[in-house]
Structures are given as C-alpha cells and as structure tokens.
C-alpha cells in the first residue's frame, strides 16, 4: 500500500528512561489514518527507492537542516477552566486558593460563552506549546465539560476531559458542587455517553474521564458510584492523590488509610488511572499503584507551590510505578510543558542536594534523587503515552503521527557544533520558546 505522506528530517525520541534516539535524515511514512507506517533510517537498503516514490509522487517534505522533529507533548493533568487564573495567588496555601479563587471561577463555566471562549483559547495555546494530547478536568457543569471535549476535537487535539465531581456539602460550598451524590454519578454517566458518542467524530478521538476532584470534595457514596462507572464503562479515571500535608491528613484522618488505599477501595485505581502530584505516596500506597499499573501525573511547577515537598520520582520507578508529566495549570502558572521538563529537572537536584545550607553536606539531600533531561524528556513523551494505554509519544512505527516541527533559528545557539546529537535536543529542551516550534501535527495532521 502506498502511504498518504512522509517527511524527511532529523528526529529525537525516547528509547527508554535514559535513552534517546536520534534519528539523522530520517523518511517518516504516516498512513492516512495518521500512523506512522515506516521510518527508513538513512542507512536502510530501500531508503533511496522510498524517497524516489514519494518525491516523484509530490508527497515528501523535506525538512531544512535547522529544523528538528520530537514528539508530541503529553500533559497528563491540566485544569482548562483555571486557564484564566494562570500566573495569580500562588503565594496562597492550597486549601485558601481552592476556596477563594478557583471555586468562584470554575463556578462561571455553567455561561457556555465564556466556556467557548476560555477553553479555545487553552487549547490553542497548549497545541501552540507542543502538547498534542492533553488530559483536562474542566467542571462541575456538564454541558461545558462536553464543550471542552468537543473544543478538542475540533482543534485536532487529543483530550482526555472529566466532568469534575464534588458533591460533599460539608466541604464545598453551595455555589459550587454537585447537588447530592446520585445527581454526581447520574451527571457524569450522561457525560461519558455524550462524549462516546461523538467520541469518534475526530480523528485523533477524544475520550471521557472519571474525575472525582480529590476525596476530600467527595461523599464515599459519590466515590463509589464514580468508580462503578469507571468499571462499566472501561474509561480513564482521573484525582488528585496525596498532594500536600494538608490533602494528605484529611484523608487518612476521614478513612484511618491513605488516598492509594481509599481510592482503591471505590474502584478507582486501575490501569486507566492517573493521580496527580502524589508525593507523599508511602511504601504500601507504592505498591497498590504499581500493582494497578495507575500512573502519576508529576507536576514540579504546581508542587514548588502548593505540595511542600519534591516529588521523589527516581525512588517512585524504581518501586515500579510509572510517572508522566504535567502541568497542572493553574497550580502550575506555566501552559508550556518545556517549563515542566524543566522545573522536574532543577526541583529534583535540589531534593538530591537539599536546600538548606545551615545542614551539613550529608544530610542535607535525599540521595539519588537528581533526574536527567532525558529522564524528564521520557516522562513527558513516552510515560504519559504508558499512562493513557495509548500509542503515543514515540516516533515508531505503530504510533501516531504526532509531532512538534522545532525551528533553531531564534533563541537556540548555532555558533558551534555540538559534540554530539544529544547536546543539540537538550538546547532544545532547555531553550526553546513556543516561538521555535513552528508546526504541530497530531494523528497525522497539521493543526499548528
Ligand atoms: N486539589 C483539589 N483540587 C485541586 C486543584 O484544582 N489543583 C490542585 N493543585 N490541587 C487540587
Ligand atoms: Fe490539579
């Protein structure tokens, strides 16, 4: 069969945790589906056949040698309806920001005009930024939710969207929350229909999430019910799980278990599931996630405010579980994941480190904690990928075409040569504004 389009060019992915693979001139065949079919590597016996046929078919692009293809960005926890508080309050604990900010706000998106307008508008910028899935809590509101969900789609990005639960009334107040807990689970059924049903009008599809807000905002009725339909329906789950002293203690003190322990009990820790920020995960919760083979959204950005703590990500895989990248905007100010890998790097040598210089060298630091850039860039790709149980992330053959186009012109220093390929991707990681990423493509189209 001959293959819809290709594009020839220099290429970065991870192999693995540690590894990159640096692909020199490579031909990237994408089916019409918006697979990647084939890539010929320069040293490959038909790569000169190949480039022939799509050449003289008109259907090869050719990148210039200042342009780089990665992968896709996979934000694996982002607020869509805190976009338009990104960057306030943050000097605020967690509890105090939740209450007087973010409550008020997201309680706006039941007016559809002002949902359309904020939720284009962070799908635009995050496409922009390089994120070519993204996985977003929007609201209490349904009929909202499912216009984020639809926004996505439309945009050509890939969503993973969750009508946020929260229907205690002993935590939340009566301006924001489900009006009881059969109303939360009745809401969020009709919910996942909706965006079933539409799920495949987009080519690179979009997906409905259970999205209790965290347990504290949340009857143990609610929980169950949401994880009855996390079970019927076989969708991603979605929580925030031990993500501060304060979230932390509210749990084991309702439950006498933590978070992992409660939310497994409902159901809600599966395959599917991602929990946000968990740095206070302890060595039984550890075994549970990994057990479930549930994933971590880490988001370093949001955690520097609001998580009194790093995220021990080196310890975390090496007890099996595996843990991608996000934003977290509005928690995280920031809609770029660059900013991301690169606060995951700096928040991790200074957990290695420690910070406080009245301590000697030797106790100051958690030993063996410092991660690459590599590391960060395979959490931000191929982990988030592994946490969706999607083909994405990695520029292989079977995965989808999903795709930023870098341009090194501007910001990125070209005035020696790099010792090695390596080097170059991490100017790029390090670097780069959304000014350099000059196309984004997701399932095999151009949406940037
Ligand atoms: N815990 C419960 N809700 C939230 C939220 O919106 N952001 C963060 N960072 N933590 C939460
Ligand atoms: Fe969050």
């Given amino acids: 069969m001959f293959n819809n389009t290709a594009i020839q060019g220099n290429a970065f992915y991870s192999m693995d945790f540690n590894k990159i693979k640096y692909v020199s001139n490579g031909i990237f065949c994408v089916s019409n589906e918006g697979y990647i079919d084939e890539v010929y590597e320069e040293d490959h016996k038909d790569y000169d056949l190949i480039r022939f046929k799509y050449l003289k078919s008109g259907k090869l692009r050719i990148l210039s040698d200042s342009e780089v293809m990665l992968p896709g960005f996979v934000d694996l926890h982002i607020h869509a309806s805190q976009w338009p508080q990104a960057g306030t309050a943050l000097d605020r604990p967690l509890e105090t920001w939740l209450g007087e900010y973010t409550f008020p706000l997201e309680s706006r998106f039941k007016d559809l005009v002002f949902a359309n307008e904020v939720y284009l508008d962070v799908i635009n910028t995050t496409l922009t930024h390089g994120t070519t899935t993204a996985m977003y809590f929007a609201t209490v509101d349904r009929e909202s939710s499912i216009l984020l969900a639809g926004l996505c789609g439309e945009s050509g990005q890939r969503g993973l969207v969750g009508k946020v639960v929260m229907d205690d009334p002993s935590s939340n107040s009566d301006f924001y929350r489900d009006a009881s807990p059969e109303e939360a689970v009745y809401e969020t059924e009709k919910f996942i229909n909706e965006v079933l049903k539409i799920q495949n009008t987009y080519k690179q599809k979009i997906y409905p999430v259970v999205t209790p807000r965290f347990i504290p905002s949340c009857t143990p009725k ?122 995951a790097v700096i928040s991790s040598r200074m957990l290695q480190e420690g910070v406080n210089p009245s301590l000697p060298r030797d106790e100051r630091g958690r030993p063996c904690s410092s991660i690459t850039i590599n590391n960060a860039f395979y959490s931000a790709t191929v982990a988030g990928g592994i946490a969706l149980n999607l083909p994405i992330g990695k520029l292989e053959k079977g995965y989808s075409f999903d795709v930023q186009i ?31 990423i000059k196309e984004v493509w997701v399932q095999g189209c151009r949406v940037k």
């Fill in 222 to 343: 609610a929980l169950e019910g949401l994880g009855m339909l996390a079970r019927k329906y076989d969708v991603h789950v979605q929580t925030h799980c031990s993500e501060s002293d304060w979230a932390h203690q509210f749990v084991k003190e309702k439950y006498g278990v933590n978070d992992a322990k409660a939310l497994d009990n409902f159901g809600l820790i599966t395959e599917k599931t991602v929990i946000a920020h968990a740095p206070f995960l302890e060595p039984d919760d550890l075994k549970i996630i990994a057990g479930k083979k549930t994933s971590i959204a880490h988001s370093p950005l949001s955690n520097a405010y609001f998580a009194n703590s790093v995220l021990p990500l080196k310890d975390f895989r090496s007890k099996g579980v595996n843990v991608g990248m996000a934003t977290d905007i509005s928690g995280g100010y920031s809609p770029s994941m660059y900013q991301s890998i690169r606060q």
């Fill in 406 to 436: 870098i341009n090194m012109e501007n910001n990125i220093p070209r005035f020696y040569k790099e010792k090695n390929p390596e080097d170059l991707l991490h100017k790029i990681l390090l670097l780069s504004e959304s000014s350099n």
